[in-house]
């Protein structure tokens, strides 16, 4: 069975996945902004409260199963710019899209460079993965790019005999003590309750991949700038689609970017990556909204704004 997501970050939790269950807790890292004793004691309950979790997760885990190379991510985030154009190896947009968000400024430019050009290697050695396998198992979750993903991939699948899974991660799961965990996307899914979701894969027929690969073939056609999810239905959307939510977390005073860009992805629960709420941003200060009044040296992201309102 071939596990197939839309995220990196999913890709790595499948790996776990595939074997979790009584391995021992690895190495541990704690960031705090405390310091001298408060800082120690700090970093002791974390690392304590984590190898807690661990232990409890562990008792609960059930492994998917399967190898590393049984899995393929094809985190192309199709749910911001041209796809229209085909995926390829060599230049198209859609690459170029991938590689400007790598590049982008919080990032050191040569590091970013080496990193993309294995990234996009990966992602297409894995969609090739989709090609021959008899069947597979999608994850998917709410997020704009994992629902553009799944029609993409129908698309792709249209007049294929693969057999294909899907797996909905519900926005709200019970928990061991009753308590409601609300998911935005499989990220957020310790890899050890992966394989808990048993009732939540469906197998698609062909009349639901066709309808699936048509909506697809639609949002082609309109090849807006973004894609969002309404009503649980993907759409065509402009640029300026999550403004008004991102203006919700703009300063009093003065802030950092980064400030702006936590709180929209965190309070507002916008479901883009932080790239694209910079951008936005840049598009404020570009329009007088916001007052560039720091500019910091090196990222961004640290630099220091204020509203113009």
């Known amino acids: 069975m071939l596990e197939v997501c839309f995220s990196d970050s999913v890709k790595g939790a499948l790996a776990v996945a595939q074997r979790c269950g009584k391995e021992k807790v690895g190495a541990v890292s704690v960031i705090t902004d405390k310091k001298g004793v408060a800082a120690l004691f700090a970093k002791r309950k974390a690392v304590r409260e984590f190898r807690k979790r661990q232990a409890e997760l562990a008792q609960v885990a059930v492994p998917i199963g399967g190898k590393r190379e049984d899995i393929a991510g094809l985190s192309f985030g199709l749910s911001e710019g041209d796809i229209q154009a085909p995926i390829l190896a060599e230049e198209c947009p859609r690459k170029a899209h991938i590689r400007a968000i790598f590049a982008y400024d919080r990032y050191e430019e040569l590091e970013a460079a080496a990193g993309f050009d294995a990234f996009w290697t990966a992602c297409l050695c894995d969609l090739h993965k989709t090609d021959s396998a008899p069947q597979m198992r999608v994850w998917v979750d709410a997020t704009p ?165």
């Not at 993409?152 to 926005?171: G, K, M, N, Q, S």
């Open 145 to 309: 790019d994992a629902q553009c993903g799944l029609l993409f991939l129908a698309d792709r699948l249209r007049d294929a005999d693969a057999e294909i899974h899907v797996v909905e991660l519900p926005p709200f799961v019970a928990g061991q003590e009753k308590d409601r965990r609300e998911y935005r996307g499989w990220g957020d899914v310790a890899p050890q309750l992966f394989g808990t979701f048993p009732d939540r894969e469906s197998v698609l027929t062909k009349g639901e991949i066709v309808k699936l690969a048509d909506r697809w073939q639609r949002l082609k056609g309109e090849n807006a700038p973004l894609r969002v999810v309404r009503d649980g239905c993907v759409i065509s959307a402009e640029a300026d689609y999550y403004d008004d939510r991102i203006r919700k977390e703009f300063p009093q005073g003065a802030c950092k970017v980064a400030h702006i860009i936590g709180g929209a992805l965190g309070r507002q629960k916008i479901p883009v990556g932080d790239v694209f709420i910079a951008q936005r941003i840049r598009h404020f200060i570009e329009t007088g909204e916001l007052v560039l009044s720091d500019k910091a040296s090196g990222s961004f992201y640290g630099a220091t704004v204020t509203h113009a309102g």
